[in-house]
Nanobody
Framework: QVRLLESGGGLVQTGGSLRLSCAAS????????MGWFRQVPGKEREFVAA????????YYADSVKGRFTISRVNTETSAYLQMSSLKPEDSAVYYC??????????????????WGEGTLVTVAS
């Protein structure tokens, strides 16, 4: 069992930056792929970024590539999402998620095993 707690959301102006944090509790954190997803009301939860167990390779949605950076610190059992050049369309509830083992490209929300409760990001135009 892995418990996840997000923090760092808030209100930011267009072009600004935010850093989301995900604190994990549970065993074998380093054996989990960590991911970030986001959701706006009325839409499906969508993939944002993931960092794989093992090789630590990062994966990004096309919409955030070059602007967002995912990272993890296994000794701290934490994952992060550094968001820069934010746009109003980035406004959403952002969820941290974990999946046992390596990340499989294309994995959607159904492929993740554990979820946090989310943190709201609002980008003002």
């Amino acid at each position: 069992q892995v418990r996840l707690l997000e923090s760092g959301g808030g209100l930011v102006q267009t072009g600004g930056s935010l850093r989301l944090s995900c604190a994990a509790s549970g065993r074998a954190f380093s054996s989990y792929t960590m991911g970030w997803f986001r959701q706006v009301p009325g839409k499906e939860r969508e993939f944002v970024a993931a960092i794989s167990w093992g090789d630590g390779k990062a994966y990004y949605a096309d919409s955030v590539k070059g602007r967002f950076t995912i990272s993890r610190v296994n000794t701290e059992t934490s994952a992060y999402l550094q968001m820069s050049s934010l746009k109003p369309e980035d406004s959403a509830v952002y969820y941290c998620a974990a999946r046992w083992g390596a990340y499989v490209p294309g994995t959607g929300p159904d492929g993740m095993d554990f979820w946090g409760e989310g943190t709201l990001v609002t980008v003002a135009s």
